[in-house]
């Protein structure tokens, strides 16, 4: 499936993924440095068109979990409500006692698409 996505730089490499994997490779726009119990903004080069009744869910790339980072909540979860025109951007904390670098082309978070149905919750006597 194909999904509408802008570029904001268009010198970094469309979102990809590796063969066989359903994951896409999110990419660091620039580098940031997030020093230790520090919190940064790391922007990704996208903005997505997510297509409605799918999930577009962003995790933090394993490469940075082992620089001791963590995305804040843990997942990013994005419906077609929520298509912003705005650059996706990590909310991603240090919680080291070392600086961490991201750098410029790295990978810094994995997505998937995800179908799914709107829901209403009806009451039951149980």
């Known amino acids: 499936m194909k999904i509408g996505v802008k570029r904001i730089d268009k010198t970094i490499s469309l979102p990809n993924s590796a063969k066989d994997?359903?994951?896409?490779n999110l990419i660091s726009r620039r580098d940031v440095v997030i020093e230790?119990?520090?919190?940064r903004l790391v922007p990704v080069n996208v903005v997505v068109d997510i297509?409605?009744?799918?999930?577009?869910?962003?995790?933090?790339?394993?490469?940075l979990a082992k620089k001791g980072?963590?995305?804040?909540?843990g997942l990013i979860v994005i419906d077609?409500?929520?298509?912003?025109?705005?650059?996706?951007?990590?909310?991603?904390?240090n919680f080291t006692k070392e600086r961490s670098v991201i750098l410029q082309g790295e990978i810094a978070?994995?997505?998937a698409l995800?179908?799914?149905?709107?829901?209403a919750f009806q009451e039951i006597k149980k």
């Open 114 to 119: 995800v179908k799914s149905e709107s829901i």
């Open 80 to 93: 077609s409500a929520d298509n912003s025109k705005e650059e996706l951007t990590l909310p991603v904390y």
């Open 69 to 73: 980072l963590v995305l804040f909540g």
């Open 51 to 63: 297509p409605k009744n799918y999930l577009f869910l962003v995790t933090l790339s394993p490469d």
């Open 21 to 24: 994997s359903i994951k896409i």
């Open 109 to 111: 978070a994995q997505g």
């Open 36 to 39: 230790p119990a520090e919190s």
